[in-house]
């Protein structure tokens, strides 16, 4: 219903007078139609089609864009004591059977927290990618085998569940910790009795403090909790027998780890991260223009596991980068800022055959397992980090995230086997047929056909092109003026009713006034005490 301005407002009317660049939206007060303005943003983030990102109310982005920054993420891999284990030549070789050959002789690497949080911003858990403004991108079992050095092909990491936390320590470390909580075992715990193996030691005392070292391997990197510097005894099972610990996919379930991980991180209720981070960062560096460190010397180039190039001294002991420097950049992020296939311009000779003999799985549509841990492998999204060109991919299946939390801790009985069984027994068989279904590539496609239908479902932007402070000026900038114009009206001239209306739109216009700048109070304060809270 249009409401006809009086007579007297034949020259000068509201309609006339609000500022072009306010949007005119008509609000009924009492059975009236008043004249307010509306700010809104001039730019939409996505998703349009809400049909893929189904998710997106609990996801971080959400929060960031309506002006609640969680700020840099807890980050927890505790590699820094690693060096202080001294293994024996025996021992070396049981670490090598056991399948950690390579992975073993990555040093620590300063992790940038503030490039992994502005990554997790565009980490989707519906597809197991990157959303970023060049297409979807993700860390895949190739990029594991190559920048970690471990095997992505084997048995599922699943272990045996019908033995009780302490039983599993005293028949594979020969002791039991006094503080076995929950089935979590303390790396200082591991670190302080076992670290260094007697020369004289017999064969069975040799494979405790190997199993003990693995178990504090997995336990500071790719297996790595939020809860801190503990490691789930059921990981320790695995290393029972060191050959059949060789048969299984360390990359595999550590790429299943970090999916979970990042999807956990990537909501706005959670403000940590664990699982392999350096794998994460390495990553990064190889593909994205985004915050690569600078070198004092030459990045090692001809050695393997590639985590290996990052390892030399950077300039600064650490990133004085901020999160919104990285934000930004990932939201401005270009095509040529981007190395689809980073592997191939490196020395591939230096790639141990056990490890290229599993590349073939690299672009294997299938499920991950790490203990309860089932996520999605989906490379159809990426095909142009493999070199081939990018359709339209199928939306992914939804799968089934219950499953029991074994890095919290678990009473090992024979009902939780079958439970555990029962639970993601199709997703074991996903991974066992693995082999049958490896992408390729398809003729004509039309990269321009999937960046029409990306922009629709994508979230386009984490960060706002215009800061909520400077929307907020500009709307009572806005609101200024109209009030200006309000009062300058004749008011000799209305009629009673148009100065009812008139009243009605200034009372309309103080009121919003007021829940503005209320609102921006409130929202200062709650960052203020939030960056007090966390020492900022």
Not at 349 to 366: A, C, G, H, Q, Y
Request: hydrophobic share 35%.
């Amino acid at each position: 219903m249009a409401v006809k301005p009086q007579k007297s407002f034949r020259k000068t009317t509201l309609v006339d007078n609000i500022p072009p660049s306010s949007k005119k939206t008509l609000i009924s007060i009492s059975g009236l139609f008043i004249l307010v303005t509306q700010m809104e943003s001039h730019v939409d983030p996505g998703p349009i089609d809400k049909s893929l990102l189904y998710d997106q109310d609990n996801h971080i982005s959400s929060a960031i864009w309506d002006g609640q920054e969680r700020g840099v993420l807890r980050c927890h891999e505790h590699t820094s004591m690693l060096e202080h284990w001294k293994l024996t030549p025996m021992q070396m070789t049981l670490v090598e059977k056991a399948g950690f050959r390579y992975f073993r002789t990555i040093p620590t690497i300063i992790l940038d927290n503030s490039l992994i949080s502005a990554l997790v911003e565009r980490w989707r858990r519906e597809t197991n990618t990157f959303h970023l403004p060049v297409g979807e991108m993700t860390i895949t079992l190739e990029d594991v085998a190559l920048i970690l050095g471990l095997p992505v092909d084997g048995n599922p990491v699943i272990g045996p569940t019908v033995r009780t936390p302490s039983i599993v320590c005293q028949q594979l470390l020969g002791k039991v910790p006094k503080d076995l909580n929950g089935g979590m075992l303390k790396l200082n715990w591991l670190r302080e009795f076992f670290s260094k193996c007697p020369d004289d030691a017999s064969a069975e005392e040799t494979a405790r403090h190997t199993r003990a070292y693995l178990l504090y391997l997995v336990g500071c990197t790719i297996f790595s909790t939020t809860t801190g510097n503990k490691v789930s005894v059921s990981f320790l099972t695995l290393f029972e027998n060191f050959d059949e610990a060789g048969r299984f996919a360390w990359g595999a379930a550590a790429l299943a780890f970090l999916y979970r991980a990042l999807g956990n991180a990537s909501l706005k209720s959670q403000g940590t991260i664990s699982g392999s981070l350096t794998l994460l960062q390495c990553w990064s560096y190889y593909h994205l223009n985004v915050g690569q460190p600078k070198f004092n010397e030459e990045p090692n180039q001809g050695c393997f596991p590639f985590a290996l190039r990052w390892k030399g001294r950077s300039s600064g002991t650490r990133s004085k980068t901020n999160i919104s420097a990285y934000r930004k950049a990932l939201d401005s992020l270009q095509y040529y800022d981007v190395r689809w296939c980073p592997y191939k311009d490196l020395d591939s000779t230096v790639i141990p055959e056990d490890i290229n003999s599993n590349l073939i799985l690299r672009t294997s549509k299938t499920m991950l397992i790490c203990f309860g841990k089932a996520e999605r492998h989906l490379p159809d999204r990426c095909l142009r980090q493999f070199g081939m060109l990018q359709p339209i991919p199928e939306h992914p299946q939804k799968w089934e995230r219950k499953i029991p939390a074994f890095d919290q801790g678990l009473d090992f009985s024979k009902e939780m086997e079958v439970e555990l069984k029962g639970k993601i027994r199709s997703e074991i068989r996903e991974w066992l047929e693995r082999g049958f279904y490896i992408v390729e590539d398809e003729e004509g496609v039309d990269e321009s056909e999937y960046m029409e239908w990306y922009e629709k479902i994508t979230r386009k932007y984490v960060g706002r092109p215009e800061s909520l402070e400077s929307e907020f000026q500009r709307m009572v900038g806005a609101m200024r003026e109209i009030e200006n114009i309000a009062d300058s009206l004749p008011m000799a001239e209305m009629g009673s009713q148009d100065r009812k209306l008139l009243a009605e739109v200034k009372g309309t216009l103080q009121s919003c006034f007021n829940d503005v700048v209320g609102n921006s109070k409130r929202s200062r304060s709650k960052n203020a005490v939030k960056r007090k809270r966390e020492g900022g």
